[in-house]
């Protein structure tokens, strides 16, 4: 290092120092004032950060597009009692981007088998949007700009005219800026917006991408006016785009207005994005609380075919009404009675006959726990003829979870079918055909499949829960699965109605051939690990994408999201409790555990906490809310450890946000919620969107026939 090195280096270190001590007195000042400030960094507003320089910190840490930091209501609540020492690391981040190059996050030291699946993925041939979003997700959630950059930056040399990688390779270019030394900064930000431009010009996603970046930087590049003119344009065109990524370009309009100092057009876009203060945005439509329990989506009634309406979001379960000529049959009743009466009373708006028979397709708690609400003198109740196992594990075990149901979570589950199924039947009701089959899987093995012949509607209930039964219960079957597959296949359905919006969106009836081929494999491969008597980790590895799915882009998604469920259901079925690698034969307590790790740490809660803040900065988030969780039994509460393992969770929740189940568990343990995401306006939101429907993808036969089936409703 030569003298001008060193004494650059110097006033960067004095420069964070004085800017630490401002922030540290601003806070203070806020403190004082009792308004709630903390906010991350990255996205803070320019009032918190100040003008100039410093503002160049929005668009270089973590968080921009895709999800990141989620809500923040919980993280401020938690940050209450421990606001200074969390505030400082924080503080110390944002500002050692002010001027002076920082180094990227060191490796991970645990393997992030969902990004390198999607890596895989990505480098076939056509991967989907969805597949290319998920992984640029992957690498947005833990932190891995550098890592992202290349990867983009090569598939976009590789395959020149798929807009979005190029798109891709700029975005990541202008996130990892702060590792780019300061006098070079502007120009490799500039490269980078140049990218998006390029990719712009050609793709609707690729002008998503742009807007959302364009929203954060800093007045000096001049890109907020065309931010808020793309996503604009991406907001009244929702047709084309997956519906989560409205919350990310109304966070990004608030940004882009505040530059242009529009401030009440900011302020009611933040509104409009459904965050409660200008946290990062997050790309699902997932929303939870501890009091109403988790929601796939916003709520909404849609009517898929002719007669034959799906009630999102009223409940954790889709409910469906179809109505005959002298009264509607309902599919499933949700969760609480509460629920089933308001998806009813939606409903009712589009018709009033009579509600005389619910056809249940399983007895798990969101399906039938709100049964009791559609009950009349003389409802039939129609139900497989398994129910009673199934509803014996459900009432046996419970929900171990409150975020999944929230105050609705039901108590013990009632259902006395007046008629049971225990063979394929064919039966008209008000003159409207419907043919009942029998099923064992994959999710419980009293699934009822429900078809309406003359539509090619088929209602599959759970039988695709990509974890083949509620993973805290023990049921669920692989062979299950690959015999209702086949079963599916030999009926020639048009439309699969699942028992949850996602399942219905990603498991259509185009990929339902190339699943049973990718779950063959697993089965395969699974059972081979099983043989070699090899533990679970290793199982999970092996042949994360099989090749055979490289023809199918619309299969990867859906594929992905079943197989680590379905290894882990087999693995738990098919061996005993002792493992190859020790797993099992000595069982300790967490309190045992964090007693040898507070002996490793010499006593010291610090340096755990270093050690957890290590594995954060790494995107390790599972590995540090392990050691967070440790090493706060022998040292509760201490600030450091609390923050540690709230940041690993808001990791966890930025990973999983596609990922309903574990999003779920990691925001109860944050106590994090997440408000439901904005509504489109118009007619056209009503789409039932089935998969990629994403700018450039191929349409599929069913695509159509879905499309022409979706009417707006209300
Ligand atoms: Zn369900």
Redesign the pocket.
Known sequence: MNAGDDSRAGSCIEHRRREHAEHDARHEEARRRGRRSFRFPTLSTPEDVGAGPLYVARFIEPAMFLPLHLTYQSWERNMESHRTVLWTPIAFLALAAVGCAHSPPPPSLTRNLDREEFEQAVRFKNPSVVTVMALANQYLATGRDAEGHTYFCKRATEVPDRAVFGALCGMFQVRMSSTVPALQRSDWVKDGMAKLDRAAASDGLSRYLRGVVSAELPEGFGRAQQATEDLEWVLAHPQPFPRGIRRAAYVGLSHAYRTLGKTEASQRALAQSGSASSSPPAVTDFSVNARDGFRFTTRELVQVAPGVHVAHGYD??EIGFIVTDDQVVAIDAGTSEANARAALEAFRKVNDKPLRTVIVT?A????IGGLRAYLGQDTQVIAETHFAEELEIANRGGVPFRYFFGDNTPGPLELRPTRVISKPESLAIGGTRFRLYPAHGG?TNDALLVELPDLGVVFV??TF?PYLGAPFAAEGSFEGLLDTIALLRSLKPKLLIH??TPLTENFTVDVLEPLEVGMRVVYRETMSAFREAKPLSEALWRNPVPAELEPYPNAIPPFLLMREGAIKRLYHQRTGYWKVDGEGMEVFSRKEEAAVLDLVADGDAERMARAGTSLNERGDFAMALRIADLGLVPHPATPSLVAVRMRALEGLRAKYQLSPFKFIVYSELAGADMAPPPRASGARQRQLRTKDTLVKETAQESDRLVAGWSAPVD
């Open positions: 954790f379960a399983h798990h708690w969101d399906h999710e209930g759970d829960m028992g949850h």
